[in-house]
């Protein structure tokens, strides 16, 4: 078994997913996917990641609710969690950080800035 960083990533974009998956698995990292909250929160049931993240505005589940469902549970209540999102606003910020969020990046992201983010929050 790889002792790679597994990451889950959560954003309805079939694109984004791929960009993703892209950038985080070709610098080793082990990198599943869940197309919203949702969908994030059935499989983190049954399994564990090291880092989660996660897309804003998703249909289903957003995700400032699955961050607050996580942080409201005992199994992923410490998971870094980085919020991925086309907003930038203080206040989305804010409720993001209020919820349990780790950190806050601006899509389009630069994919080296991303794996620097990752490394830094992951215990």
């Known amino acids: 078994m790889s002792n790679a960083l597994r990451i889950l990533t959560v954003d309805d974009s079939a694109s984004m997913r791929a960009l993703l998956l892209h950038a985080l698995s070709s610098r080793g990292f082990d990198v599943v996917q869940a197309d919203d909250g949702q969908a994030a929160l059935q499989w983190l049931v049954t399994n564990d990641v090291d880092v ?72």
């Open 52 to 123: 989660i993240i996660t897309d804003i505005n998703m249909p289903r589940l957003d995700g400032f609710g699955l961050i607050e469902r996580l942080r409201s549970g005992e199994r992923h209540c410490d998971r870094p969690i980085l919020v991925l999102s086309t907003e930038s606003s203080d206040e989305k910020k804010a409720r993001a950080r209020a919820a349990g969020a780790t950190g806050w990046i601006v899509k389009p992201f630069d994919a080296d800035k991303l794996v620097a983010a990752v490394r830094r929050v992951a215990h």
